[in-house]
């Protein structure tokens, strides 16, 4: 499965960004999804997860409140909507795709595939 993560861009502190991650094939409206992000210096952390249904969410806890993530299997598409946007945003955000469900995996280690990267800056 290949994943292409899109939509990270330049924002002003503040603002809002909406990043999508599309599968090459079906088999990703099985997995769990989930988006993490990386720093300059810093290790891959988690930014929030949703369960194949979409009857399961978890986010961190720096970014609950300003992000969503949402699914559209329809289209193998995963999204994550991300609003007031702050300076310690900046990283390079990636999807991953994996088979823990229930609870929700944060380990980078138990996703299977991942996407490319987006970078993402927030300007103060």
């Known amino acids: 499965v290949q994943l292409q993560a899109s939509g990270g861009g330049l924002v002003q502190a503040g603002g809002s960004l909406r990043l999508s991650c599309v599968a090459s094939?079906?088999?990703?409206?099985?997995?769990?999804l989930g988006w993490f992000r990386q720093a300059p210096g810093k290790g891959r952390e988690f930014v929030a997860g949703i369960n194949w249904s979409s009857k399961f969410f978890d986010y961190a806890n720096d970014v609950k409140g300003r992000v969503a993530i949402s699914r559209d299997n329809d289209k193998h598409t995963g999204y994550l909507q991300m609003n007031n946007l702050q300076p310690e945003d900046t990283a390079v955000y990636y999807c991953a795709i994996g088979i823990w469900q229930q609870p929700l995996s944060r380990i980078p280690g138990q996703y299977t595939y991942w996407g490319q990267g987006t970078q993402v800056t927030v300007s103060s």
């Open positions: 094939e079906s088999t990703f409206d099985g997995y769990a």
